[in-house]
């Protein structure tokens, strides 16, 4: 619970590995009273969601868990109203539809406060998730739409450096990704990664294939025109000469095709031994 808040409030801290109790509680009680006019009655139940050990220093917490979970959170409201006294303030929220129900709640509890102080809250949620807090006459919602094919290749056109793709590799990033902006650019960096392309100066080219054919043999059964039971054989040397982002093939040539179909009397071929297609 409270993840998002307790990253925060770790890397405003700065607390590192080798950091014991005490120097935690050092860099603790100094980020909080930044904000906190009352810090020595705050510590210790900020120290507690860090869990960091009071022991020696303040007294433990004489609270049953709800009482503890409500001063807690309204501790972490006042952490804010406090910075905001100093400066006006920006809080950033991604993918909040992942977010713990107490982490809403406190949002929730945050975002009541706003129409009073000069804080931006900018929340970002997927279009599922039913965010308490746009119930607020101050809370505005917009929602944004899948990117056009131009917005995409400008994404695709960063993570490049500028370098053009092949039109057909381009063309499957923005198919695959269908518009949706970290798709496009994790897509995009695997494909960069991948070794499907080479660097060739101002534009990334398709690697050449050096696959060796491999033969292929398959069986199957059917009916034939007569209806009666016949079993299919294939056996051909293939070659894949293309393939998509993940490796799949979508060309290939198959030579010294046989393709025959057997009964018990005997077999027919259905192709010229030898024949090549693609």
């Known amino acids: ?158 993570v490049t450096g500028r370098k053009a793709l092949p039109d057909e590799v381009m063309d499957q990033i923005l198919a695959k990704t269908d518009g949706v902006p970290l798709f496009v650019e994790e897509l995009a960096k695997t494909v960069i990664e991948s070794g499907l392309l080479t660097d060739a100066g101002d534009r990334y080219a398709l690697a050449l294939s050096t696959q060796t054919k491999t033969r292929v043999e398959a069986r199957g059964s059917a009916r034939d025109a007569f209806h009666e039971d016949v079993e299919l054989r294939y056996s051909a040397q293939v070659e894949v000469l293309a393939t998509d982002l993940v490796g799949a093939p979508v060309r290939e040539r198959h030579e010294n095709v046989d393709l025959r179909y057997e009964r018990p009397e005997g077999s027919n071929s259905l192709f010229q031994k030898g024949a090549t297609f693609e």
Not at 48 to 64: F, H, K, N, V, W
Not at 135 to 145: D, G, I
């Open 1 to 158: 619970a409270l993840q998002p808040f307790i990253d925060q409030l770790t890397r405003a801290a700065g607390f590192q590995a080798s950091d014991g109790a005490d120097r935690k509680l050092d860099k603790l009680e100094a980020v909080l009273g930044q904000a906190v006019a009352d810090a020595a009655t705050v510590v210790p139940l900020v120290a507690a969601l860090l869990s960091i050990d009071t022991a020696g220093r303040y007294p433990a917490i004489d609270l049953g868990p709800e009482a503890r979970k409500a001063r807690t959170l309204e501790a972490l409201a006042n952490r804010l109203t406090g910075l905001a006294a100093n400066q006006p303030v920006l809080v950033l929220f991604e993918d909040a539809h992942w977010i713990d129900p107490t982490s809403t709640e406190l949002l929730d509890l945050i975002a009541d406060r706003l129409q009073r102080l000069p804080v931006l809250l900018v929340v970002t949620f997927r279009p599922e998730f039913r965010a308490p807090w746009t119930r607020f006459a101050h809370a505005t919602s917009l929602s944004l739409n899948r990117l056009a094919r131009g917005q995409a290749a400008a994404i695709v056109a960063r």
